[in-house]
């Protein structure tokens, strides 16, 4: 089989170790052969792939990024631009396409999929809210780069008697807020499913610092203060619908030095949680995401995505990966707040 892999949305700490494997496992074992499609949905559109053999994936286990590239383009959202894809894949002589991504890239796949294209998903997104898959690969590394955050912050919020916001990704999910603050031990976790209510927070706040602690913040990015709306860095659409969120971190300290009296800083970890390399989980999680893929491929199932169910990889319909997102439930976000204020 001749096999096209592609990588699509934000990068992520695990993309390269899953490509790694579909490549040992389908040269070594299957005998296929295979394209990397650049750039995400870009390649297969501009017919922009390069051989990907055994020599092209020496050595990137460890390396974050993608070696492949990656893009938000949308093919769907560009005229002529799906049948361009199916024509120039037709053109490559490609049987099968395996596409790494999130919400986004795997709708596409979907909707490719339906319409006659063979595709295999992986599952990839820090900000684990993929349906149908216990844990997105990347997740992991970015919960463990924001709890180092929180704990080298305890330090400068302890010396100087002062509240820090710290600001994380999440657009839709809380769950990287959820963990980083549980994992570092944040007196406020908030997160998009629960707008939050600023006077509760401020007592938070107050309560930490009259029994002689500082308070740490962790602010999901899609957080939302009770009758707001999300906080925008920039308010243009994305090919996916998607605007730039950024900025709730920095309102929340300003609201809450105003109401407590104590000074407020913020700090936005941005792009340093899907920077560098993977932690071993990611890197063992995205190993059998692509095995399993490769294995999906190889056996011509389709239209599915790999998934992780407690500890087995399973394959899932793309249709109920996309279906909807996987947020934080109630009864998890209790869990955090016994240790509010
Ligand atoms: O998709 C993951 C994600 O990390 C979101 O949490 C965040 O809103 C978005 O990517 C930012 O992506 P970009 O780097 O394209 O602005």
């Known amino acids: 089989m001749r096999i096209g892999v592609l990588t699509g949305g934000g990068d992520c700490p695990g993309l390269n170790a899953v490509i790694r494997a579909i490549v ?9 052969e295979f394209l990397g499609y650049r750039n995400g949905w870009k390649g297969p559109l501009e017919n922009d792939f ?8 020496r050595g990137i286990l460890p390396r974050g990024g993608t070696i492949l590239g990656s893009s938000r383009t949308n093919p769907y959202s560009i005229p002529g631009g799906v049948e361009e894809v199916t024509a120039n894949l037709r053109a490559a002589q490609v049987d099968a396409l395996i596409a790494i991504g999130g919400e986004d890239t795997l709708g596409v796949a979907k909707k490719l999929n339906d319409a006659g294209t063979p595709i295999v998903g992986v599952p990839k ?9 216990d844990y997105t690969f990347g997740f992991d590394t970015a919960v463990n ?17 002062r509240s820090l916001v710290v600001e994380v990704m999440g657009r839709h999910a809380g769950w990287i807020a959820l963990h980083a603050g549980l994992a570092g031990g944040a007196n406020v976790i908030l997160i998009p499913e629960r707008p939050f209510d600023l006077d509760e927070v401020a007592r938070y706040v107050k309560h930490r610092f009259d029994t002689q602690y500082a308070a740490i ?25 998607h605007t730039r969120l950024g900025g709730v971190g920095q309102w929340l300290a300003d609201a809450l030095e105003e109401r407590t009296g104590f000074e407020s800083r913020a700090v936005v970890l941005g792009h340093v949680q899907r920077g560098g390399t993977p ?5 063992v999680l995205a190993t059998r995401f692509g095995l399993a893929a490769i294995d999906a491929a190889h ?17 899932v319909p ?9 947020t934080v439930p109630v009864e998890r976000y209790a869990e955090a707040e016994v240790f509010f204020g």
Do not use: C, W
């Open 24 to 32: 040992r496992k389908g040269v070594d074992e299957y005998g296929h």
């Open 50 to 57: 390069a051989e990907l053999g055994v020599p092209q994936v």
């Open 125 to 133: 997104t820090i900000d684990n809210d993929l349906n149908a898959t």
């Open 145 to 161: 780069i924001a709890m180092e955050a929180i704990d080298r912050l305890h330090t400068t919020a302890e010396s100087h008697h």
């Open 217 to 241: 913040l962790v602010v999901a990015e899609g957080a939302v203060p009770q009758g707001g709306a999300e906080m925008l860095q920039k308010g243009e659409l994305d090919a996916f619908g």
């Open 279 to 283: 932690t071993a989980f990611d890197r």
């Open 299 to 315: 056996e011509g199932e389709f239209g599915v995505m790999t998934a992780l169910s407690g500890t087995q990889i399973t394959r």
């Open 318 to 326: 793309l249709a109920a990966a996309t279906a909807k997102l996987k």
